[in-house]
T-cell receptor, first 112, second 115 residues
Framework: ELKVEQNPLFLSMQEGKNYTIYCNYS?????LYWYRQDPGKSLESLFV?????AVKQEGRLMASLDTKARLSTLHITAAVHDLSATYFC????????????FGEGTQLTVNP | DAGVTQSPTHLIKTRGQQVTLRCSPI?????VSWYQQVLGQGPQFIFQ???????GRGNFPDRFSARQFPNYSSELNVNALLLGDSALYLC??????????????FGSGTQLSVL
């Protein structure tokens, strides 16, 4: 059974600081997604990572994938308050079509 | 273009009742998936439908059922509701069943409360 673990689960940081969220998964996967969720809202797609060594950046967020280590990171650079949200990684198991297995989520709070 | 639309947005039911949730995928998308998100947790996969056939089922009891219509819209039915069924139910659509570079697009969800 595919398991996805994120850490930390809660993250409080100051504006302007950098931090990294980690996502570990237990079995081989050919796709990894990062999503953002604001309170009471749906999931907003941030990144799709397909191959070992893939790196994608959008604004202050950068995601990377190491398929050998079964690890993805979401790096936040110079955080701003607007980044406060819950971030989920989700993994697709190779044989499961487009079925996503989500991590528990990282609740990020950026303080002024 | 409209995104994934779900209805209703909120629903309150009592234990033992039945509920039907509806989802319209993005125009041209043929795959619809359903997820349950309990407060404070990540979404959990319930069903995937592609071309009107069930293509995957998560670890949910038989009280949960779904179907996909010829226009690719979908319904999720839950019978004999339990308090633990209270959650945000999310529908996601994609163009195909297994597109490597595809994103899953999620609707805004239906918030179900079971009293």
């Amino acid at each position: 059974e595919l398991k996805v673990e994120q850490n930390p689960l809660f993250l409080s940081m100051q504006e302007g600081k950098n931090y990294t969220i980690y996502c570990n998964y237990s079995t081989t996967s050919d796709r990894l997604y990062w999503y953002r969720q604001d309170p009471g809202k749906s999931l907003e797609s941030l990144f799709v990572l397909l191959s070992n060594g893939a790196v994608k950046q959008e604004g202050r967020l950068m995601a990377s994938l190491d398929t050998k280590a079964r690890l993805s990171t979401l790096h936040i650079t110079a955080a701003v308050h607007d980044l406060s949200a819950t971030y989920f990684c989700a993994v697709v198991q190779e044989t499961s079509g487009s079925r996503l297995t989500f991590g528990e989520g990282t609740q990020l709070t950026v303080n002024p | 273009d409209a995104g994934v639309t779900q209805s209703p947005t909120h629903l309150i039911k009592t234990r033992g009742q039945q509920v039907t949730l509806r989802c319209s995928p993005i125009s041209g998308h043929k795959s619809v998936s359903w997820y349950q998100q309990v407060l404070g947790q990540g979404p959990q996969f319930i069903f995937q439908y592609y071309e009107k056939e069930e293509r995957g089922r998560g670890n949910f009891p038989d009280r949960f059922s779904a179907r996909q219509f010829p226009n690719y819209s979908s319904e999720l039915n839950v019978n004999a509701l339990l308090l633990g069924d209270s959650a945000l139910y999310l529908c996601a659509s994609s163009l195909t069943r297994q597109g490597l570079n595809e994103k899953l697009f999620f609707g805004s969800g239906t918030q179900l409360s079971v009293l």
